[in-house]
């Protein structure tokens, strides 16, 4: 079983920074992808950015240039700074762990971004 707990949400003005952080817990292996997932109201879940354990990063176009992601592989957390907040960034952030082999994904309990315009 795998514990995900995410910290950093809030509301800022647009042009504004927050940094995430999700840290993991429970059974863990050095396989694993971690990173973040957004949904905003009315929308589907969607990828912001994974990172493996290696540091290859996966990212949503729409944030590359905005947001960075980072891991601690010996504190088992995930950050997530976020640059040059808009609007439309929105949403509740979701911490994401996926086990390499299975598949297998766990999910932290969400953290709300607000950026005001």
């Known amino acids: 079983q795998v514990q995900l707990v995410e910290s950093g949400g809030g509301l800022v003005q647009g042009g504004g920074s927050l940094r995430l952080s999700c840290a993991a817990s429970g059974t863990l292996f050095s396989s694993d992808t971690m990173g973040w997932y957004r949904q905003a109201p009315g929308k589907q879940r969607e990828l912001v950015a994974l990172?493996?354990?290696?540091?290859?990063?996966t990212g949503a176009d729409a944030v590359k240039d905005r947001f960075t992601i980072s891991r601690d592989n010996a504190k088992n957390t995930v950050y997530l700074q976020m640059n040059s907040l808009k609007p439309e960034d929105t949403a509740v952030y979701y911490c994401n762990l996926r086990r390499r082999v299975s598949g297998t994904n766990y999910w932290g309990q969400g953290t709300q971004v607000t950026v005001s315009s």
């Open positions: 990172i493996t354990s290696g540091g290859t990063i």
